[in-house]
């Protein structure tokens, strides 16, 4: 099955800073997602970015399909920023997501 | 519009006892799923409804566990007998169609089974 391995798998930073999460995947897909886990649990929807690039407010991704990785851009963090980092894909002609293995980022005031 | 709304938000059980579960989809999405984080582990996915049609349930764990899609509308989720390793986050998701289309995801029950 497709493998979607995420990188950093952890990363602590201090409010301010800029940051990039990487998403690599091993095989066609046509959807992907990002999203924020927060420290509650509860599951924020990011960016729905099966290629190109977005943007909303202090974050950007970038999915370049056909090298199969995407991109996550956080730009001046904040706290509320900490939590885990998941992007999930659909493998072409499948309907499942399948999540990464996520990046959990602390962010220190 | 609405988005996925999952209920409750948050629920403690002591081990044996029965939960259920509940997911609002977007109205008119006829695709929903479950998905699950147990132990600070990957998101897994349960099970796929197209209408009160189960496609694939695949990813259901073992008997304990019994979804449903009533009129294809809610769907519910039901644990029985619960299990301490059923401890987690169980999120909810729909979309319009099943291919080539974002799914909305809700922001999940956290479940704590004691």
């Known amino acids: 099955g497709i493998q979607v391995e995420q990188s950093p798998p952890d990363l602590i930073l201090q409010e301010g800073a800029n940051s990039t999460l990487r998403c690599n995947f091993s095989?066609?897909?046509?959807?992907l997602q990002w999203f924020h886990q927060n420290p509650w649990g509860q599951l924020i929807n990011l960016f729905y970015?099966?290629?190109g690039t977005k943007q909303n407010g202090r974050l950007s991704a970038t999915t370049v399909a056909t090298e199969r990785y995407s991109l996550l851009y956080i730009s001046s963090s904040q706290t509320t920023d900490s939590g885990v980092y998941f992007c999930a894909v659909v493998v072409s002609g499948t309907y499942k997501y399948i999540f990464g293995t996520g990046t959990r980022l602390k962010v220190l005031a | 519009e609405a988005g996925v709304t999952q209920f409750p938000s948050h629920s403690v059980i002591e081990k044996g006892q029965t939960v259920t579960l509940r997911c609002d989809p977007i109205?008119?999405?006829?695709?929903l799923y479950w998905y699950r984080r147990v132990m600070g582990k990957e998101i897994k996915f349960l099970l796929h409804f197209v209408k009160e049609s189960k496609q694939d349930e695949s990813g259901m764990p073992n008997n304990r566990f019994l979804a449903e899609r009533t009129g294809g509308t809610y769907s519910t989720l039901k644990v029985q007998p619960a299990e301490l390793e059923d401890s987690g986050v169980y999120f909810c998701?729909?979309?319009?169609?099943?291919?080539?289309?974002?799914?909305?995801f809700g922001q999940g029950t956290r479940l704590t089974v004691v």
């Open positions: 109205s008119g999405h006829d695709n």
């Open positions: 095989d066609s897909v046509n959807n």
């Open positions: 970015i099966p290629s």
């Open positions: 998701a729909s979309s319009p169609g099943y291919m080539n289309t974002e799914a909305f």
